[in-house]
C-alpha cells in the first residue's frame, strides 16, 4: 500500500465548476499536511497547508480529518488557469511524502 | 528571503558518461535538502536527502549517489549515467519541523 494515495483522475470539468480532491495517508504519526499544485513540466510549488480546523484560501479549500487519516481539496469557480496536476503531500518530521497526482483539467 | 538555485535546466549526455547536478539555497541556514527524480507522467520519487553537511540518506538502491560538502549546497552526481536515469531532477529544501518543502526549478535530463 502506497504512503499516500490520491484519485486517479484525471478530472475534466467546464469553466465555473466546483470540484474535488481526496488524498489518505498511511501513516497515523503524520504532522503536516500540504498541497502543491505542478503545471506541466514545472516544479511543484507550494498550494497550501492543511489544517486540522481547515481552511479556505480564496476559491481553495482544504480539510483534514486525522481520524480517518483523509485530506481533501475544494476548488470553487474553476478557472481555466487551475488546470494543473495537485499533489498531496504529507510529513513526518523531515520525511516528505507525496502523493502521484491528480491531473485536473479546465475547459472553456 | 529564500531562495534555491538549481542548474543546469536542461542537460542531455550520453550513456555511460558521468553526471554533476548541483543545487544550492541562500538566505537560510541548516536547511533540510532534498534530490527527487520524476519520469514523465509520473509521480516524484525521494532518491536522496540531508539533515546536514555530510549527512546523506538515501531512498532507493541506485548508480546515483549525493554530497553536501557545505551547508546550503546538494551535489547529485553519477559516474556512469544509464539508460534509465533519464527523468526531470528536483532538488527542494525546507526548514526544520513541520514546514513545506520549496522547489528550484528542475533538471531535465536526457540520456542518449
Known amino acids: 500500500r502506497k504512503e499516500v494515495e490520491q484519485d486517479p483522475g484525471p478530472f475534466n470539468v467546464p469553466e465555473g465548476a466546483t470540484v474535488a480532491f481526496n488524498c489518505t495517508y498511511s501513516?497515523?504519526?503524520?504532522?503536516?499536511f500540504f498541497w502543491y499544485r505542478q503545471d506541466c513540466r514545472k516544479e511543484p510549488k507550494l498550494l497550501m497547508s492543511?489544517?486540522?480546523s481547515g481552511n479556505e484560501d480564496g476559491r481553495f479549500t482544504a480539510q483534514l480529518n486525522r481520524a480517518s487519516q483523509y485530506i481533501s481539496l475544494l476548488i470553487r469557480d474553476s478557472k481555466l488557469s487551475d488546470s494543473a496536476t495537485y499533489l498531496c503531500?504529507?510529513?513526518?518530521?523531515?520525511?516528505?511524502?507525496f502523493g502521484a497526482g491528480t491531473r485536473l483539467t479546465v475547459k472553456p | 528571503s529564500q531562495t534555491i538555485h538549481q542548474w543546469p535546466a536542461t542537460l542531455v549526455q550520453p550513456v555511460g558518461s558521468p553526471l554533476s547536478l548541483e543545487c544550492t539555497v541562500e538566505g537560510t541556514s541548516n536547511p533540510n535538502l532534498y534530490w527527487y527524480r520524476q519520469a514523465a507522467g509520473r509521480g516524484l520519487q525521494l532518491l536522496f536527502y540531508?539533515?546536514?553537511?555530510?549527512?546523506i540518506s538515501s531512498e532507493v538502491p541506485q548508480n546515483l549517489s549525493a554530497s553536501r560538502p557545505q551547508d546550503r549546497q546538494f551535489i547529485l552526481s553519477s559516474k556512469k549515467l544509464l539508460l534509465s536515469d533519464s527523468g526531470f531532477y528536483l532538488c527542494a529544501w525546507k526548514a526544520g519541523g513541520n514546514q513545506p518543502q520549496h522547489f528550484g526549478d528542475g533538471t531535465r535530463l536526457s540520456i542518449l
Open positions: 540531508s539533515v546536514g553537511i555530510g549527512q
Open positions: 492543511v489544517y486540522s
Open positions: 501513516n497515523s504519526a503524520s504532522q503536516s
Open positions: 503531500v504529507v510529513n513526518r518530521w523531515n520525511d516528505m511524502r
